[in-house]
């Protein structure tokens, strides 16, 4: 009985062994590449913005220039411009405009509207009203048969043209345009 018993222990002895090194080495690294994986998937979701396109590298506009109308009560500040670059299928409604001061705060009166101009049709597309941050129809000579509003599409050559009460070289430095939609970030323009 005492050579049974010895091979039952001898067996149970062999039966508490853990797995082989080689077999646990894989498992440990199998598990740590399964968790960086993990890791790297949460960690890259994070530092993407709500758009996928940065606005700064889609938009591009040419030196603005400014002309006034009237005077004294009535005189307005134009400030004029063309679209140098847009990305395909950018919209008008993909950007808001702000003009902001050199301590970066917004200003609030002042600028009135931005109306975009098809260059070859001789005709407008679509007019930003700062006061609700949205785009629409022009006011006047409306492109015939073009998108209108904000869904008119931004497009190299296009001109730009933000009307103002007040000069804004006094309360501000800068236009900037805040991407939306599938836009992110801001493009910075400065006012001469």
Known sequence: MNALGGAIRLWRRKRQRGVSPIIATILLVAITVVLAAVLYILISGLTKGPGSTPIGSALAVGTINEATSGSGASQKWYYNTTIQTASGGMTWSNMIFQIQTPSGGVVSTGPTTITTTNSALSCNVATYTFSSATWGAPASNACA?????????AVSGAQLQLTSTVSLQQVGDKVVAVGQGSFSGTATFAIP
Do not use: I
């Open 145 to 153: 048969g073009v998108t209108t509003g904000g869904g008119g599409l």
